[in-house]
């Protein structure tokens, strides 16, 4: 059974940081991602990660956020610095076992998601 399994969320002040971990399990996979949404809005994608680390970010997140990944360990991350207050959202794990060339994927492309993790930012 697949499963992602997303950690890390939580409240911050702007200006913070968080890390967000997603561990895979059930099957190694190809491209990763994650993507946020906010209530009444679609969900947007924050960055993907190939499975030989080529990455690509959101507009909004460019320069503050990095994903990253051990495949070692079927695991990504997503290191959040500089965090504003529209920087709120559930945050989502995205995954397929697919192997992608290009990290610049749709959203339907992905076959797993996680169950969300909530991140506010707020003073």
């Known amino acids: 059974q697949v499963q992602l399994v997303e950690s890390g969320g939580g409240l911050v002040h702007p200006g913070g940081s968080l890390r967000l971990s997603c561990v895979a399990s059930?099957?190694?996979?190809?491209?990763m991602a994650w993507y946020r949404q906010v209530p009444g809005k679609q969900r947007d994608l924050v960055a993907g990660?190939?499975?030989?680390?080529?990455?690509n970010y959101g507009d909004s997140v460019q320069g503050r956020f990095t994903i990253s990944r051990d495949n070692a360990k079927n695991t990504i991350y997503l290191q959040m610095n500089s965090l504003e207050p529209e920087d709120t959202a559930v945050y989502y794990c995205?995954?397929?076992?697919?192997?992608?060339?290009?990290?610049?994927?749709?959203?339907?492309?992905?076959?797993?998601w996680g169950q969300g993790t909530q991140v506010t930012v707020s003073s």
């Open positions: 995205a995954a397929t076992r697919r192997r992608f060339t290009s990290a610049r994927l749709g959203i339907q492309n992905y076959d797993y």
């Open positions: 990660i190939t499975s030989g680390g080529l990455t």
């Open positions: 059930g099957t190694s996979m190809g491209n």
